[in-house]
């Protein structure tokens, strides 16, 4: 499956679960050094919008295999 980045560009995600699982992290990532906090602005909102999309996707999934029961 594919997700469009914050970017524009299609990110190929082959495995959901653990792509949600790397989001979480990087979401939540920041630097000590404080003269990063611009860079860790955009990378904290690049990484949100992947988590929101990628936890769409998995409830979207999951209502999907609960309707086909």
């Known amino acids: 499956m594919q997700v469009t980045d914050l970017n524009g560009c299609p990110i190929e995600i082959t ?4 792509a949600i699982k790397m989001a979480r992290q990087y979401k939540e990532y920041s630097h000590e050094d404080k003269s990063f906090s611009e860079f860790d602005k955009r990378q904290k909102a690049y ?6 999309k990628l936890t769409v996707i998995r409830k979207q999934s999951s209502t999907i295999k609960i309707l086909e029961r």
Request: hydrophobic content about 40%.
């Open 15 to 18: 495995n959901l679960k653990e």
């Open 47 to 52: 990484w949100l919008d992947m988590y929101k």
